[in-house]
């Protein structure tokens, strides 16, 4: 179905998706984490860009590589989100897993 190239694209488009996510997070817990906040806002912008200029190359030579990425994209969230409906899941907190589980933090965070 696809060449190299187009399978190359998809797993670089999933890889950079996966650090956005990563670097959103981290934006998140900046404050815990000490990070200087411009940095990890950079490295935002940056690998955002960077998928941008991805995505843009894809559509001029290769929309089916362009449309498979976004349709896998959509459909794994759909997925995620009624998996996490079905079995009433939800994202806890570091504190409430901690709690949940009976575990004693020692000081730290």
Do not use: P
């Not at 997070?25 to 411009?38: E, I, M, N, P």
């Not at 190359?57 to 996490?84: G, K, L, N, P, S």
């Not at 079905?86 to 907190?93: D, E, F, G, Y």
């Not at 570091?94 to 709690?99: C, D, E, G, P, Y």
Request: hydrophobic share 50%; aromatic share 14%; proline share 0%.
């Amino acid at each position: 179905m696809f060449n190299i190239d187009g399978i190359a694209a998809i797993c670089s488009a999933t890889f950079l998706l996966v650090y956005i996510f990563a670097i959103i997070s981290h934006l998140r817990l900046v404050d815990k984490t000490g990070a200087r906040k411009s940095l990890v806002a950079l490295s935002l912008v940056v690998v955002l860009a960077i998928f941008s200029l991805l995505m843009y190359y894809q559509w001029q030579v290769d929309r089916r590589v362009f449309y498979t990425i976004w349709i896998t994209v959509i459909t794994f969230a759909a997925i995620e989100f009624m998996y996490r409906r079905v079995r009433k899941r939800s994202l806890l907190t570091r504190s409430q897993t901690l709690n949940k589980y009976g575990v004693r933090r020692k000081g730290g965070m």
